[in-house]
């Protein structure tokens, strides 16, 4: 979890290139099973030369894999704050970008501590953009009841291409690779083994793949088209797919709103199954590993008033999403989204 | 690596390297592609819910970073 | 997981890290004959400038680093403009409300012309934005810039002033 989450703040160095600003957002995160989630974060950008970019965030949230088995045991409500921070550099040589980063993100039964770095390359005249990166993560899960400390290493490279085509064209493709060594069984979910509830087994080892390719296309009429696709496959057999589509509209000057509904499908993994009979060598209860299909419809909107307001300066934004989500396993979630970008000299 | 996995990767690869020679954009020409609608991730929300998704999911990432924009220099 | 990671990073650093094609000196070439129309409707024609020393510069309202450079080079006008010193601002955005909206938290003294068809920029062979080029009183382009750093302001001063202590 935490790597993508680290991808995603390198992405957002680059592209936010020479714009200072800080990004406030919170969010409200609450689904069928009693989890109920407040998470504020920050993101905070500022160029310290025309070449150099410090990207730091910060926020608190509760959404892991242990919230959602907290709620079961404890449906009075169980605080499993999880704080996260991270931070990169980024720095231009001619064409390319070179970031080096990390996060640290600490729960009550989880620790995560990852350190990546990235090149990425403008090719034929910033048509064609090619990115690698690599990053490692040191990971403490803690059992439950027991508090007892395993580990976990993770591995993670990635590469992608980006091509503009036309004025109003422009797709990814990207490949990613990771490598998962340690304790990967879900500590709190239990499965039936001859009747018996009892903690799941993983295997320790796991390799995933994850290919994307994605477009944007500049419609007319100031509209935009968004299709994100992806296919997983890891060597617990479990694959996925994934498609996502997306519409927004500039309403004037000062209006962005949209929409994206996503389509996901899981199968399971080889060792899933409802219950377990004889001495099976893995099992699991974990939700994530069992085979399900989840559709989720999200709204945004985003308002760029033309003036200062809310004693925020001129060019500062106001944006406000929600999204449904829910899957063939009964698990349906609301997320509320608002936030707050202020440019900053 | 899954077989579909690398014919895309492989096609992208090719495409990219045959693109290098040839301009398609002029750098003038970017003001769609520096629309905000038209970056990949580029809101604040994304990382948000890419880490809700995959505490709730299987999968994980495959998507990529950077380019396209206004490419300014 | 070992190879494969090596393998990408191979060919993504065959990549990143290849040549660039290689960048020609600055070599010394005309400025191309052709006509600014300005935004309050007049026209300026590239051979009426010989003369002065002349500075072109492409922007756009969606190139991020041109909100640095428009008023730092709005700000060269205003010190040079009395010394022969001539500016166009050339946008090449393709609605004028857009560069409209961007001279409004902008505000100038020098000329800004506009380019929506890209015509001007085909002209000036430009390859990034945004893009600087220094004219010299015969007409003779002596500096090409490809975007904006923190040192381009002061290479811009140090340029012009060369060229403007030239005879004509």
Known sequence: ???????????????????????????????????????????????????????????????????????????????????????????????????VGGEFSKEMFYTATTGLASISRD??????????????????????????????????????????WTKGTVTQFGYELNQINGYQTNPFLRTSVNSVLTTGNSPDARTRHAVSARLRQALPAETFLEVDYRRYHDNWSLNSSTLALGLSHHFGDTIVAGGTYRYYTQTGTYFYKPSYT???????????????????????????????????????????????YRSTTGFVAGIFTGGIRIPLK | MPRVGRV?????????????????????????????????????????????????????????????????? | MIRYSTAILLLASTLLFSASPAMAKDKTKAAPD?????????????????????????????????????PEIDALNKELA????????????EERKNADMFLEKFPHTMTVA???????????????????????????????????????????RAQVLELLAEAD
């Open chain 1, 123 to 164: 090719l034929n005249n910033a048509n064609t953009t090619v990115a690698a990166g690599f990053a490692f993560s040191l990971n403490q899960p803690v059992l439950h009841p027991s508090r007892q400390t395993e580990s976990q290493r993770s591995m993670d490279t990635y590469v992608s291409l980006t091509q503009s």
């Open chain 3, 82 to 93: 009395s010394k022969g010193l001539v500016v166009l601002a050339v946008t090449v955005d």
């Open chain 2, 8 to 73: 895309i990767f492989a096609l992208a690869v090719v495409a990219g390297l045959a693109s290098a020679g040839c301009a398609t954009v002029k750098p003038w020409q970017r003001g769609l592609l520096a629309d905000s609608c038209m970056v990949f991730d580029s809101s604040a929300e994304t990382s948000y819910m890419t880490h809700w998704q995959e505490a709730r999911e299987g999968s994980m990432g495959g998507f990529g970073v950077q380019g396209g924009g206004c490419g300014c220099k």
């Open chain 1, 278 to 324: 004889g001495s099976p060598t893995y099992f699991t209860g974990d939700f994530r590993l069992f085979p399900f299909d989840a559709g989720s419809v999200t709204g945004h909107i985003e308002l760029t008033p033309k003036g200062p307001f809310l004693n925020m300066p001129a060019g500062s934004s106001l944006t406000l999403e929600y999204e449904r």
């Open chain 3, 34 to 70: 052709v006509t600014f129309s300005t935004l309050d409707g007049k026209t300026v024609r590239m051979a009426d400038l010989k003369g002065k020393v002349v500075l072109v510069d492409f922007w756009a309202s969606w190139c991020i680093p041109c909100r640095k450079s428009f």
């Open chain 3, 114 to 156: 506009i380019d929506s068809k890209g015509t001007l920029a085909e002209a000036f062979k430009v390859n990034a934005m945004p893009s600087t080029m220094i004219v010299d009183r015969t007409g003779q382009i002596r500096y090409s810039h490809k975007g904006y750093t923190d040192k381009a302001l002061g290479e811009f």
């Open chain 1, 1 to 99: 979890m935490a790597l993508t989450s680290v991808v995603l703040v390198v992405a957002a160095a680059g592209y936010n290139w020479a714009q200072n600003q800080l990004d406030l957002s919170f969010h409200a995160f609450q689904d069928k099973r009693g989890v109920t989630v407040l998470s504020p974060d920050a993101d905070f950008s500022k160029d310290f030369s025309d070449r150099t970019n410090l990207k730091v965030k910060f926020g608190v949230d509760s959404i892991s894999a242990a919230s959602n088995s907290c709620a079961r045991c404890h449906p009075d409500g169980a605080n499993n704050g999880r704080v996260v921070g991270s931070a990169s550099v980024t720095r231009k040589y001619g064409d390319s970008k070179v970031t």
